[in-house]
């Protein structure tokens, strides 16, 4: 135990927060990685509370913490001794191993955390003890929910997940985490203190958690009440560029992700350019997450495809989305169909493929365009200059979606080729008429027959 109670009172005296969490990290730290299993095997349960508050009280000696915050300080120390061993015994695979166990003693330092800043008299700098609970409140509850659909044992792996991507089973553990983190949001916003001793200073971190679970239980709609809570305290908050920067990018991921999902792309690009221009270079993993969505946004928002140095740096990226920009800049209408197909799993694993499949109306655009630009130009009248033709029969729009359709001998009707001009029209890839009785489309002259394609 001297290891842990060390550093709790080098933490006690620098008031060092992240220090301080570390002592009730439920994984060792690799330059002692026998950290928890001494802590574990220091005390019995008949002595492990009087070993606990001997330890506390010496190394905190001269700096006369209160009572009750030294007894709030203990009662997690407890909690933590006894989550400690159910971790131990179900990492080692026992007949005893059961993550429902780890979860519910986990839960237990949790509220005890809870209880320390609400009556305990635990001081905001301490406030990353918040983040370590929270993190492994909820790690471990998908672990208890994993182990409870498979009726076995799970393994333990605390390493980055992607949340974005929903769990649709029996999630009742999470469910639980949830509602606590709620607990643990609430404590930081209702906090009353003056902002440089306020638990506000960790309300991103956690509302990132709770963005992240609500994602892992598909319940996306519950981000909402915690988005409308933050915007009711907006002016009793500190500046949000004061936060962490990866606070602030988790934070702005996550939102833009909510507003994609909720077709509002002008703001959801807004968001995810910002988690983008302020994630860090090196931070290759989470770039890719943000560039999943920022790159059907810019689609939708501007027409706009992302460039080969772009995806160079992502594979996984590039093999999704290479193919059907190339489709769209083409106007390759069955090869983008083909690349839609071929990443149809993944397109709706995270998310995006009803948002990407309207990237067919650019390759629908630019296919027409290249029938515009093909018809050349009217003979120049009175010496002035030359101008493209802007009448075109709609047979050769017709002709050119069954190259782009690869489709043979096979032909549309005429009305369904202008049909889909006439969508092109109202959704302003063109701008034009058909004039029906003369079987052509009249297109604006001066460049401004396909807005934002100079033609």
Not at 111 to 117: E, K, S
Not at 168 to 176: A, Q, R, S, T, V
Not at 191 to 216: H, M, Q, V
């Amino acid at each position: 135990m001297d290891s842990i109670f060390e550093a709790f009172g080098q933490a006690q005296a620098i008031g060092n927060g992240n220090l301080l969490a570390t002592t009730i990290t439920p994984v060792s730290p690799p330059e002692d990685a026998e950290r928890l299993h001494a802590f574990r095997n220091g005390a019995n349960v008949f002595s492990v509370q009087h070993e606990i508050r001997d330890f506390i009280h010496a190394n905190t000696q001269g700096m006369r913490l209160p009572k009750a915050e030294t007894n709030a300080w203990l009662d997690v120390y407890l909690a933590y001794w006894k989550a400690i061993g159910e971790i131990l015994t179900t990492e080692e695979g026992t007949s005893r191993a059961d993550w429902n166990k780890v979860y519910e003693t986990w839960k237990e330092v949790a509220n005890a955390l809870i209880r320390g800043y609400s009556s305990g008299g635990f001081q905001a700098w301490s406030i990353p003890c918040l983040y370590v609970a929270g993190k492994y409140l909820r790690v471990f509850a998908i672990k208890a929910d994993e182990q409870g659909r498979k009726k076995g044992p799970a393994t333990f792996n605390p390493s980055f997940q992607d949340d974005v991507v929903g769990d649709f089973g029996k999630n009742e553990k999470l469910e639980d985490a949830a509602r606590l983190m709620n607990r643990i949001f609430t404590l930081c916003i209702s906090d009353r203190a003056p902002l440089e001793e306020s638990r506000k200073w960790g309300i991103y971190y956690i509302t990132n958690l709770l963005f992240k679970t609500y994602f892992k239980l598909n319940s996306i709609g519950l981000s909402k009440n915690i988005l409308r809570a933050l915007q009711a305290t907006r002016t009793d908050m500190p500046p949000f560029e004061s936060f962490p920067k990866s606070h602030i990018v988790t934070f702005k991921y996550y939102v833009g992700v909510i507003l994609f999902l909720e077709e509002d792309y002008v703001k959801a690009e807004e968001h995810l350019t910002e988690a983008w221009q302020t994630c860090h270079a090196d931070a290759q993993k989470n770039r890719e997450l943000i560039l999943t969505y920022l790159i059907p946004c810019h689609l939708l928002t501007t027409h706009t495809l992302p460039s080969n140095s772009l995806l160079r740096p992502y594979p996984r990226l590039q093999a999704l989305f290479t193919p059907l920009s190339h489709c769209i800049r083409r106007g390759d209408l069955a090869g983008f169909d083909a690349a839609m197909v071929a990443g149809e799993d993944e397109f709706v694993k995270r998310r995006i493929y009803l948002t990407l499949e309207r990237g067919r109306d650019i390759a629908l655009r630019n296919l027409f365009r290249k029938v515009f630009l093909a018809g050349g130009f009217e003979e120049a009248k009175g010496g002035g200059p030359a101008v493209r033709r802007t009448r075109i029969p709609v047979s050769e729009f017709g002709a050119a979606i069954r190259i782009g359709m690869r489709e043979g001998g096979e032909r549309m009707e005429s009305d369904e080729v202008e049909c889909l001009l006439a969508n092109m029209i109202y959704k302003n890839f063109m701008k034009g008429y058909i004039a029906r009785e003369r079987g052509i489309v009249v297109l604006s002259k001066g460049g401004m027959a396909f807005p934002g394609t100079c033609v």
